[in-house]
C-alpha cells in the first residue's frame, strides 16, 4: 500500500534513497562514510522543507515494513527545497550556490524510485510510477520528469517502457544523466 511518509516512521527510507542515488548522496550529504551518510539523510528526511523531506515521499509497506519509496515534487520548487541541505552543508564547511540541475520547470519530477532487493520485480516500482502519474494529473502537471545514470540501462529500459523519452543529457556529482519526460493528460 502507497502512502504518504510519516515524519517519525522514516525507518529504511534512507537506505532506499542511497541505494538509488548512490554517489549523489555524496553531494548532497557532504559526507563520505556511509554511516555518516545515511544520519544525514536521516536529517533531511525529517526536515519539513527540504528535497529529501518525508512531505515529498510516499511509502510502500509490507507487512508494516517500508520496502519502497516514491520521491517527488514540483520542479518549480527546487531552489525552496534545497537551500535548508545548502545550510547544513555549510555548518560542515562546504559552500555551494545550488546542487546541479536535475530537472526544469513546471515538471513534477520523480528524484527517487527504490525498492528492497528483496522486493524487486514484484511490480513495485511500476506501482509507484503509475502514483506518481496520478499525484502530478491531480496537482495540474501536463509532464513528469527524471534522471536515469547513463550506466543504469536496466533502469532507463524500463522508464523507456513506461513510456519517458530522453530530451536532454544533465551532468549531476561528476556523473552523466538521461533527463527523461513523459507527457501526461
Known sequence: M??????????NISTLIY????????????EDEDKKILET????????ICRLSYNNIYTYKIENQIVAILLVYNSNDVKKLDLPMLDHLKTKGITLNSFDKECFD????????????DFQGRGIAKELFSFAEKKALELGFKKLSLLVDF??????????????KKNETLI??????????????
Open 151 to 164: 550506466e543504469n540501462i536496466k533502469a532507463k529500459y524500463l522508464y523507456e517502457k513506461l513510456g519517458f
Open 2 to 11: 502507497i502512502k504518504k511518509a510519516d515524519k517519525n516512521s522514516i525507518e
Open 41 to 48: 539523510l536521516d536529517y533531511y528526511v525529517k526536515m519539513d
Open 106 to 117: 513546471d515538471e513534477f519530477y520523480i528524484d527517487t524510485v527504490s525498492v528492497s532487493p
Open 19 to 30: 541505494n538509488a542515488i548512490l554517489n549523489v548522496a555524496n553531494t548532497l550529504t557532504g
Open 172 to 185: 549531476v556529482s561528476g556523473s552523466n544523466f538521461y533527463h527523461m519526460i513523459k507527457e501526461i493528460n
